[in-house]
């Protein structure tokens, strides 16, 4: 019952900032740990962020904090993730997932029951 669908992604010089959506229909509070995930070619998929069905409690790969920020809006049934001071090494296909129960280990993607299909974020140097 659970579709996530994302948008966003493009092509962008670095430096550059893009922001992405992820439409969600049917997370609930049961299923509402929601994360964002990425995966360049011939590497593994990477927890980028997540974020509680409150949104009180964030998270980040070290990689990203500090540069990236994973918001959402439950009236709107949107996940966000705005990406600044991109660097060519953010290059990757990034996915939303929604898991059920707490965010605990929210950077390891088994523990992700639900997934969209992907938008392709492409930074240049």
């Known amino acids: 019952q659970v579709q996530l669908v994302e948008t966003g992604g493009g092509s962008v010089q670095a430096g550059g900032s893009l922001r992405l959506s992820c439409a969600a229909s049917?997370?609930?509070?049961?299923?509402?740990?929601m994360g964002w995930f990425r995966q360049a070619p011939g590497k593994e998929r990477e927890g980028v962020a997540a974020i509680t069905f409150s949104g009180i409690f964030t998270y980040y790969s070290d990689s990203v904090k500090g540069r990236f920020t994973i918001s959402r809006d439950n009236g709107k049934n949107t996940l966000y993730l705005q990406m600044n001071s991109l660097k060519p090494e953010d290059s990757a296909m990034y996915y939303c997932a929604a898991k059920m129960g707490r965010c605990g280990s929210w950077y390891l993607a088994p523990q992700y029951d639900y997934w969209g299909q992907g938008t392709q974020v492409t930074v240049s140097s």
């Open positions: 049917g997370v609930t509070r049961s299923n509402g740990c």
